[in-house]
């Protein structure tokens, strides 16, 4: 098991700074009725990067567990991988929306560190 704490700490271990903007997600069919959700996408530049790093630790949907900040807001969640798109996609609440005065076609300063299982 020296494999999986070796592969944790590096996990751990890394971090990426980006500006990306603020978008929502629509359905592809139009009638199917969902919340709404905003994402920012994280740079194609480090797709590959986090898909091999994370590759051991990937969650369902090939998810990556990440800690998140956004201005002066700090959470952790799960960024998706978008296979067309070739990047993640990370959900941004609407509490941190809210308390940073951001919205949909913004573009922000966003940090997302890999973190283990």
Do not use: H
């Not at 929502?24 to 740079?43: A, H, M, T």
């Not at 994370?54 to 807001?73: H, L, M, N, W, Y």
């Amino acid at each position: 098991m020296f494999v999986d704490r070796y592969e944790t700490r590096i996990i751990k271990d890394m971090e990426y700074s980006f500006k990306a903007k603020l978008w929502e997600y629509r359905p592809e069919n139009p009638d199917q009725k969902i919340g709404l959700w905003v994402f920012v996408s994280v740079p194609q530049k480090y797709y590959e990067d986090i898909k091999e790093i994370a590759s051991p630790q990937r969650k369902g949907f090939g998810s990556v567990r990440v800690e998140v900040t956004i201005g002066s807001s700090v959470w952790k969640t799960s960024i998706f991988p978008d296979t067309k798109s070739g990047t993640y996609d990370l959900p941004v609440k609407k509490e941190v929306r809210k308390k940073e005065g951001i919205e949909i076609g913004n573009t922000v300063p966003v940090v997302i560190k890999l973190v283990g299982s």
